[in-house]
């Protein structure tokens, strides 16, 4: 079946930097997996943080513009997430999402999510 897993999360202080992977697998090469990264800190709803748009552009949300930068290797199947200058406000759970479309097999057409990856920074 198809699977993400994060890895790359870890506790830095405020200035920091940390580097996020996430590795997709079970699913044909020939579908497009449209990745992107999320976060759910404590108390608050999960949010979108980075990922590519239609046209393969990549998007940030507002917080993380300058600081984080996103890439994706289509052929290794993976989504990488370089993060510096850290603030505490990024501390949250940090999830990795693939959205596949396989024209040959439907079957693998999803929404899917990894179990996610713990990133703290302290002040």
């Known amino acids: 079946q198809v699977q993400l897993v994060e890895f790359g999360g870890g506790s830095v202080q405020a200035g920091g930097s940390l580097r996020l992977s996430c590795a997709a697998s079970?699913?044909?090469?020939?579908?497009?997996?449209?990745m992107s990264w999320y976060r759910q800190a404590p108390g608050k709803e999960r949010e979108f943080v980075s990922g590519?748009?239609?046209?393969?552009?990549?998007q940030y949300t507002e917080s993380v513009k300058g600081r984080f930068t996103i890439s994706q290797d289509n052929r290794k199947k993976t989504v990488s997430l370089q993060m510096s200058s850290l603030t505490p406000e990024d501390t949250a759970m940090y999830y990795c999402?693939?959205?596949?479309?396989?024209?040959?097999?439907?079957?693998?057409?999803?929404?899917?999510w990894g179990q996610g990856t713990q990133v703290t920074v302290s002040s």
């Open positions: 999402r693939a959205v596949l479309r396989c024209p040959y097999d439907r079957r693998f057409n999803g929404d899917y």
């Open positions: 590519f748009d239609s046209g393969g552009s990549t």
């Open positions: 079970g699913y044909p090469a020939f579908c497009s997996a449209y």
